[in-house]
């Protein structure tokens, strides 16, 4: 293929921080973004060519982008796939990855459905529209037991663990709508590879350490301490997976270490994720250039590590919605190895994502990166 800079126009169904490092990603190599999100002057605005206001579901919106753009894609969940499929048809451009594969991810039931029936492994589940139903998974999967909502959730909301069948009333009343249930996997890690699928190429980032707190993610570490052959375990998985999705693109895959080593997948996400930050600094080809190179059809980057890497996050540590002022960044902006990614809300909520700091080098072992990374997030507040 000849290809040629500057090139093209990637239209992005949503514009908050993946949208916003996305477009940081897509200047150096010529890319122009377009993107459509409902908040005017969303994170990714002041970075890409423009935004259109618009609903996840806009058809106006999401036309716009489409006769504008050579490639269509999608930075949330949210994205609708049926106006995304609609748009892509009508105006003859190309949507990556495809919204049926999004369609598929939307509802975690029938996302573990499909992961199932080839034999990825994952946690036993069930489906629950009911206390009968619920009453059954617990006797099935056993008490505790994990029960999500089928969709919309995130950062842990739309989760719920239900110890005991008294609570069942009370755990459906919480999700409020069709859910599934969970066995309670009792993991030794959490785990994260970020699959790249490009034109005819399939790669994968080195597999990432996810620490949790409150269900929400807290700190990266790339690579994960783990021992090789469950490192090669979780790729086999990982690409496993990625053999199952349709269409180009990055897509995120978190997945449970048991304490016998073995390897359950969580779920997917069809797009840039939160575990993947460190590949920034961590690698040559970040995961959003390698997106943007995968929708394009483009060669994929090198997914290899430049230098071990740790991720933390910046969440709100408020307890109710005001305008955001990130204070004390004077230690992370002090510190060599530190960078530090804000993300452009104007407000912060209640552990609200706003932001990330990574710590890359060669010289610090990881234990070393990880502290001083909680150090480092400690010592800025938005109070
Ligand atoms: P996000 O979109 O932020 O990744 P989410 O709201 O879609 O999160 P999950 O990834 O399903 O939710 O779950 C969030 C966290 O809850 C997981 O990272 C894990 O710590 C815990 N969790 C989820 N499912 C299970 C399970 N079956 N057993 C044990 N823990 C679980
Ligand atoms: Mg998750």
């Given at each position: 293929m000849n290809h040629r800079t500057p090139a093209a126009t990637v239209g992005v169904v949503g514009g908050g921080q993946l949208g916003r490092m996305m477009g940081e990603a897509a200047g150096p190599l010529g890319i122009e973004l377009l993107v459509s999100d409902p908040?005017?002057?969303?994170?990714?605005a002041p970075i890409v060519r423009e935004q259109i206001v618009g609903e996840f579901d806009d058809y106006d919106a999401i036309r716009e982008l489409a006769e504008r753009a050579d490639v269509l894609t999608f930075?949330?969940?949210?994205?609708d796939p049926d106006e995304m499929a609609r748009v892509g048809e009508e105006t003859d451009t190309p949507v990556h990855p495809d919204p049926d594969t999004l369609r598929t991810i939307q509802d975690k039931l029938v996302q573990n459905r499909a992961l199932a029936e080839t034999g990825v492994p994952l946690p036993a589940f069930r489906r629950v529209d009911d206390a009968d139903d619920l009453r059954d998974a617990g006797e099935e999967l056993g008490w505790p037991l994990m029960l999500k909502a089928?969709?919309?959730?995130y950062d842990g909301r739309g989760n719920r663990p239900v110890?005991?069948?008294?609570?069942i009333d009370e755990a459906l009343d919480e999700i409020g709508g069709p859910a599934l249930a969970e066995e309670l996997v009792d993991f030794e890690r959490e785990l994260a590879i970020m699959g790249a699928v490009g034109d005819g190429e399939t790669d994968a980032y080195p597999v990432t350490e996810t620490i949790q707190r409150e269900e929400i993610l807290r700190e990266s570490v790339a690579?994960?301490?783990?021992?090789d052959a469950v490192r090669d375990r979780a790729r086999k998985v990982a690409f496993d997976v990625l053999d199952l999705l349709d269409g180009r693109g990055v897509y995120g895959i978190e997945l449970f270490e048991t304490d016998d080593g073995d390897i359950l997948v969580n779920e997917i996400a069809p797009r840039p994720h939160n575990?993947?930050?460190?590949t920034i600094e961590g690698?040559?080809?970040?995961q959003f250039e390698q997106h943007l190179r995968a929708v394009l059809g483009w060669p994929l980057g090198d997914t290899a590590l430049r230098s071990p890497a740790v991720t933390a996050n910046l969440l709100g540590d408020v307890e109710s919605p005001r305008p955001a002022e990130l204070v004390g960044t004077d230690s992370i902006l002090e510190t060599p190895e530190a960078s530090l990614h804000w993300y452009g809300k104007r407000e912060v909520r209640p552990?609200?994502?706003?932001g990330h700091v990574t710590l890359a080098d060669d010289e610090h072992g990881r234990d070393a990166l990880l502290s001083r990374a909680r150090e480092l997030v400690d010592d800025v507040t938005f109070e």
């Open positions: 908040t005017p002057d969303c994170p990714a930075e949330i969940e949210l994205a089928r969709e919309g959730g110890d005991a069948p008294e609570e690579p994960a301490r783990i021992d575990s993947g930050h460190w690698t040559r080809c970040s552990l609200r994502k706003m």
